[in-house]
């Protein structure tokens, strides 16, 4: 069982920043391979970034590559999404995500509003 907690989302204007954060409760985290994924309103969700338990390759959608880092804090047992420059089409609720013994586990979801 894993249970993911996200944080961090928010109003923020075109052009700026936001770093999200996902806390695992799972005894090693380092097993897991996790992901950022994003639904806007009346869209299907979908994947923004992933990254594997040992940190690589990572993987970013066309549309925030260039933008967004995904990284991880092993110890800590964290996931972070730093987004840059961001575009009010990245508005949406963000989910982290990662696939333990053929089940999906998710958060709740942050919500990030990007509008002037």
């Known amino acids: 069982q894993v249970r993911l907690v996200e944080s961090g989302g928010g109003l923020v204007q075109p052009g700026g920043s936001l770093r999200l954060s996902c806390e695992a409760s799972?005894?090693?985290?380092?097993?897991?391979?996790m992901g950022w994924y994003r639904q806007a309103p009346g869209q299907a969700r979908e994947l923004v970034a992933s990254m594997s338990a040992i940190g690589e390759p990572r993987r970013y959608s066309d549309s925030v590559k260039g933008r967004f880092t995904i990284s991880r804090d092993n110890p800590n047992k964290k996931l972070y999404l730093q987004m840059d420059n961001l575009k009010p089409e990245d508005t949406a609720v963000y989910y982290c995500?990662?696939?333990?013994?053929?089940?999906?586990?998710w958060g709740s979801g942050t919500l990030v509003t990007v509008s002037s």
């Open positions: 799972i005894s090693d985290f380092r097993i897991l391979g």
């Open positions: 995500n990662t696939l333990l013994r053929n089940i999906n586990y």
